[in-house]
């Protein structure tokens, strides 16, 4: 299981070309976040998962991402409402998201990639809740919160 990553870090990642398309399938752990321009620090864990189409995150929401050639739109069908984009580059093996909130807010977030060991994956919703599992790593979501699993 990931590791909250503690403390503020001075690390500022710069666009590195177009944005790209979310991975096909993969399984990250949010290694740092800026909300408005501010410092780049985590407090705790949160996981995103993808597969197809198909994402979930451990904040408690879940649902479609679609690109638009230079930005990804996670549009929220589960979990908590809404709808944020962002463009995605990458650096080194990290995946930088800069975006904008539906309020307004901006946000960049570092991206770590987490490992993914076999091929099984998938996407299951229901009326009230959305599961993604990319190999070992699962984040379930329903109406009340986000739960990672790494089984």
């Given at each position: 299981?990931?590791?909250?990553?503690?403390?503020?870090?001075?690390?500022?990642?710069t666009?590195?070309?177009?944005?790209?398309?979310?991975?096909?399938r993969g399984?990250?752990?949010?290694?740092?976040?800026?909300?408005?321009?501010?410092?780049?620090a985590?407090?705790?864990?949160?996981?995103?998962?993808?597969?197809?189409?198909?994402?979930?995150?451990?904040?408690?929401?879940?649902?479609?991402?679609?690109?638009?050639?230079?930005?990804?739109?996670?549009?929220?069908?589960?979990?908590?409402?809404?709808?944020?984009?962002?463009?995605?580059?990458?650096?080194?093996?990290?995946?930088?998201?800069?975006?904008?909130?539906?309020?307004?807010?901006?946000?960049?977030?570092?991206w770590?990639?987490?490992?993914?060991?076999?091929?099984?994956?998938?996407?299951?919703?229901?009326?009230?809740?959305h599961?993604?599992?990319?190999?070992?790593?699962?984040?379930?979501?329903?109406?009340?919160?986000?739960?990672?699993?790494?089984?």
């Amino acid at each position: 299981m990931p590791e909250p990553t503690g403390a503020a870090r001075d690390v500022t990642p710069t666009p590195n070309g177009p944005g790209v398309p979310v991975p096909e399938r993969g399984a990250w752990v949010r290694h740092g976040i800026s909300r408005n321009g501010g410092p780049l620090a985590e407090d705790r864990v949160v996981v995103w998962l993808q597969t197809g189409p198909y994402f979930a995150d451990s904040r408690g929401f879940a649902g479609r991402t679609s690109f638009d050639g230079s930005h990804v739109h996670f549009h929220h069908l589960t979990g908590e409402p809404g709808e944020d984009s962002g463009m995605l580059t990458w650096k080194g093996a990290d995946l930088v998201e800069r975006g904008t909130n539906t309020d307004g807010s901006t946000f960049l977030e570092i991206w770590r990639p987490l490992p993914v060991d076999d091929t099984e994956s998938g996407s299951w919703a229901g009326p009230d809740y959305h599961v993604v599992r990319v190999g070992r790593h699962v984040v379930h979501v329903d109406s009340r919160s986000g739960t990672y699993w790494w089984m």
